[in-house]
C-alpha cells in the first residue's frame, strides 16, 4: 500500500486510491463490456476509482459510510493507534467528485460530505423496520450488536458493555 505523503505530517494519511485493489480493473472492464448498468455504488471513498470506469449514462453512488477526512484523530484521541483509513480533505474531495450521488448515514456526515463536494449528498441513518411482531421480537429482553472487526467497533461495543449495558440491566434485569 502506498501511503499518500506531504499533505500531513502523519504516517496515517492515505490517498484515496491507495487501498484500491488494481486487479479487479480487467475483471471490471470485462464486466462492463458484457452489460450496461444503470447505477453503481460503492462503499467506501476508497473504492470510488471503480466509479471512473463508467460514462455518463451510468449514476455513479458513493456510500460514504462515514467521514474520511483526518479520521485517524479519532483513534488517537481514543488512545489507539489509527489502523483505517484515514485521508485529508482534498483526497476526500476528490474521490467524492467521482460520484453523482452520495450517501451518509449521519446529518453531520450529510452537511460535511455536502459541503466537501457540492455533490447531492442523501442521510439514511441506520433505523430499519422491524418485520413481525414486535411484541415477540422485544418480549425476550435480547440484544444484538453486529459490526465489522474495527478498532472503532471494539471501542463501540467496549463502551456500551461497561457504560450503557449496566443502566439497562439496572431497568431490564434479564437482559
Not at 6 to 25: R, T
Not at 33 to 44: L, M
Not at 98 to 114: P, T, Y
Request: aromatic share 10%.
Amino acid at each position: 500500500t502506498n501511503r499518500l505523503r506531504g499533505l500531513e505530517n502523519s504516517p496515517h494519511v492515505y490517498g484515496a486510491d491507495d487501498w484500491y485493489n488494481a486487479s479487479l480493473d480487467n475483471d471490471l472492464l470485462k464486466l462492463i463490456q458484457k452489460a450496461h448498468f444503470d447505477a453503481v455504488i460503492v462503499e467506501r471513498i476508497f473504492l470510488s476509482r471503480v466509479l471512473t470506469f463508467f460514462d455518463k449514462s451510468t449514476l455513479k453512488i458513493i456510500d460514504s459510510e462515514d467521514v474520511f477526512t483526518d479520521r485517524h484523530q479519532l483513534f488517537l484521541r481514543a488512545g489507539c493507534s489509527p489502523n483505517w483509513f484515514s485521508t485529508s480533505k482534498s483526497e476526500e474531495r476528490r474521490a467524492l467528485k467521482r460520484a453523482d450521488v452520495i450517501i451518509a448515514i449521519h446529518e453531520n456526515d450529510r452537511r460535511f460530505l455536502s459541503a466537501l463536494s457540492k455533490k447531492k449528498v442523501v442521510k439514511v441513518g441506520h433505523v430499519v423496520s422491524l418485520v413481525g411482531p414486535r411484541k415477540n421480537i422485544l418480549s425476550q429482553n435480547r440484544i444484538l450488536f453486529i459490526g465489522s472487526v474495527s478498532p472503532m467497533n471494539e471501542l463501540g461495543i467496549n463502551y456500551f458493555i461497561e457504560q450503557v449495558f449496566p443502566k439497562i440491566r439496572r431497568t431490564i434485569s434479564d437482559a
